[in-house]
């Protein structure tokens, strides 16, 4: 598919990657940056058990069609330096502009032709990411078009409607203890206790929360960034993704000032395979880990070939 080089990526912290570039021998190449989703995922994207090879396979599938590609390990995990638990939104976004400036620098790469392909939080930071590091096109997988205070609070609801709607012994035994009441009252005492504090990082019940990644996130806008992106934008969600709003891809491609494409996806989840069943919120991982050897979806690696092949031609 692709020859790979372990590279350095010079941001705050020194980052660590992998650009794969084709094998066939040209002087210059189009090339794309992958933006990971939330979470201590490595750059193949695979965590402590789990093991989806979703970034590694996008790779392969996009050097495929001659790009070259960048992926990287968040700042503070894996092969990269600093604290994970000390970054923020804004330093997540500093770290992807600074891969683009490194391909930027690559002079197999041409500049004009660069591409930033997000997936999940990776998409609601790629056009921010855009705004401060301008590149050629946007490829955003399974994000959304809305404040992330309004984004984020959805998830918790929908694992708070699933356990008052539980049947059987299971849902009778939530009643009888009340349990979504009490998990929603301590998510908003843990909540407000986050958006209150200063520090970087708290203790919650013995476990290390990283407080400003909360604060900024809540702080942040992807709309203020869409509705300044005048490059090409190609936006894909799943119909199966209860993670991030299917019907944002819609919104997402009609608030950008450049062209837009969207899709929905038929039974495509956010982990971009097939899923002809419905998720739920609180067996979400046990799902998603029975699915680690299904390929990505068919129809999502055709659009998003026919997309770049339009765009940028090799």
């Known amino acids: 598919m692709g020859e790979n080089e372990y590279v350095t990526i010079e941001s705050q912290f020194t980052l660590k990657g992998t650009l794969t570039v084709p094998t066939d021998f040209k002087e210059k190449y189009p090339a794309i940056l992958i933006i990971p989703g939330t979470g201590m995922t490595n750059r193949d994207g695979n965590d402590k058990g789990i093991t989806l090879n979703l970034y590694k396979d996008l790779t392969d599938f996009l050097t495929s069609l001659g790009f070259i590609t960048l992926r990287y390990d968040k700042r503070g995990t894996h092969e990269s330096a600093g604290d994970y638990y000390t970054a923020g939104v804004n330093d997540l976004i500093d770290d992807a502009a ?48 809305e404040p992330s205070k309004d984004l984020l609070p959805k ?7 699933e356990i008052r709607e539980t049947k059987g012994f299971k849902g009778w035994l939530f009643k009888i203890l009340n349990v979504a009441k009490k998990a929603q009252k301590q998510q908003d005492t843990v909540m407000a206790k986050i958006l209150n504090s200063t520090e970087d990082t708290l203790k919650i019940k013995g476990t290390k929360v990283n407080a400003k990644w909360m604060r900024e996130q809540f702080d942040y806008n992807v709309c203020t960034y869409l509705q300044k992106a005048t490059c090409p934008t190609l936006a894909i969600s799943g119909e199966k993704d209860i993670q991030s709003p299917p019907e944002h891809a819609e919104k ?61 031609p090799v």
């Not at 500049?111 to 790629?126: D, F, P, R, W, Y």
């Not at 955003?140 to 078009?145: D, M, P, R, T």
């Not at 998830?155 to 409607?161: P, R, T, V, W, Y």
Request: with cysteine.
């Open 98 to 145: 600074a891969c683009v400036r490194f391909l930027k620098r690559d002079h197999r790469v041409d500049t004009h032709s660069i591409v930033i392909l997000g997936h999940s939080e990776g998409a609601l930071l790629a056009p921010a990411v855009h705004d401060r590091e301008p590149v050629a096109g946007l490829i955003l997988l399974a994000g959304a078009a």
């Open 155 to 161: 998830q918790f609801a929908m694992a708070m409607k």
């Open 252 to 312: 997402i491609a009609g608030m950008v000032k450049g062209e837009a494409e969207w899709y929905m996806i038929d039974n495509m989840n956010h982990i971009l395979r097939k899923y002809p069943k419905e998720h739920k919120m609180l067996t979400l991982m046990k799902e998603y880990k029975s699915m680690f050897d299904q390929p990505m979806d068919a129809e999502l690696l055709e659009r998003v070939e026919k997309w770049l092949k339009e765009k940028f």
